[in-house]
């Protein structure tokens, strides 16, 4: 990974991306969430991708943006999961080779679907993981290593997202995203700033793994204890350097809830609006019905579905 920031994904690069990864990622459903007033939320289901989560649209931009010799050497990444899933998808339909770099505790519902495409796993005690996200490498990657998140490629492709929001929903008076690496919501900041300069768009974190929240409150990256919890496609121990920049300049905050919340929002989407969202996906529907956001037209992002079944069971069996 470049130690140098980021820079904002303009609006050609946003609409470049979105040409490049037509037909390969879906145009989800921007709908609203019956009985939501105040903020009446619109959810953005990312969890309806091919792949279950919104890692295809900057996972598929990338690999379109490799030259035929970079893309027949292969490709990887490291990831607890959705992005492990979204690139060996995308190596199976090139037929070339993948490695996915993943924690040793990553949910077998989002490991063992990177291994049915093809994928090579190589499981890492979280800090090895982390290390090699961060670095870009790994002993065992041979091919191409596609961030996850800190890429201009990907969060073009991520941008892709905002682009829709505003176009579908002209009314938008904020949007909230889930905050894992920073690429996600950055990337649809850009796009929504670049039509809609005034709208803020805010991150959202859980309680105990909120790295932007300490980050935003110590005016740089500074390190948290981290707790592991089902939130399990967000959260991490640091804002990685190279994001802070541009995240700290086009994030309105962070809007951080807690595990009952994140719980409750699971269960509004399964029960209300028969939308399944893994933990990480529901956080940005708790954070704006917690009112974080205002009280307008909220535009959420539910970035994936890929739940482990027992989990899912046993928060709609709480509720």
């Known amino acids: 990974m470049a130690e140098a920031s980021l820079a904002p994904v303009s609006l050609a690069d946003a609409r470049a991306a979105s040409q490049r990864i037509a037909g390969i990622a879906m145009r989800t459903p921007l709908l609203r969430l019956e009985g939501s007033k105040a903020p009446t939320v619109h959810l953005k289901l990312e969890n309806m991708q091919p792949v279950g989560s919104f890692k295809l649209r900057g996972a598929a931009n990338s690999v379109a943006m490799l030259d035929g010799e970079d893309l027949a050497r292969g490709i990887g990444t490291a990831s607890a999961g959705n992005m492990g899933r979204a690139i060996a998808w995308l190596a199976h339909r090139h037929g ?74 002209p009314e938008i008076d904020a949007v909230v995203v889930p905050y894992g690496g920073g690429g996600l919501s950055a990337g649809i900041a850009c796009a929504v700033h670049a039509l809609r300069p005034e709208v803020p768009v805010y991150a959202a974190e859980v309680q105990g793994a909120a790295p932007l929240a300490a980050a935003l409150g110590a005016g740089k990256p500074v390190e948290i204890e981290m707790q592991r919890t089902f939130v399990d496609g967000i959260g991490s121990t640091r804002v990685v350097d190279a994001m802070w920049p541009l995240v700290s300049r086009q994030l309105a905050g962070s809007l951080v809830v807690s595990l009952d919340e994140v719980s409750q929002a699971v269960r509004i989407l399964a029960t209300s609006a028969r939308v399944i969202a893994e933990g990480a996906g529901a956080v940005a529907l708790a954070a704006a019905r917690a009112g974080g956001a205002g009280t307008g037209h909220v535009a959420v992002v539910v970035s994936g579905g890929n739940i482990d079944p027992p989990v899912l069971a046993q928060i709609l069996q709480r509720g």
Do not use: Y
């Not at 070339?96 to 291994?115: F, G, H, L, N």
């Not at 994928?119 to 979280?126: H, K, L, N």
């Not at 790994?138 to 176009?167: D, W, Y």
């Open 96 to 169: 070339i080779p993948c490695t996915v770099v993943v924690p040793d505790d990553a949910p077998a519902a989002k490991v063992e679907p990177v291994r049915a495409l093809g994928a090579t796993i190589v499981p890492e005690p979280f800090a090895r993981w982390w290390q090699a996200l961060v670095e870009g490498a790994h002993p065992a990657m041979g091919g191409t290593f596609l961030s996850p998140f800190a890429s201009e490629p990907m969060m073009a492709g991520n941008a892709t997202i905002g682009l829709e929001i505003v176009e579908e929903l």
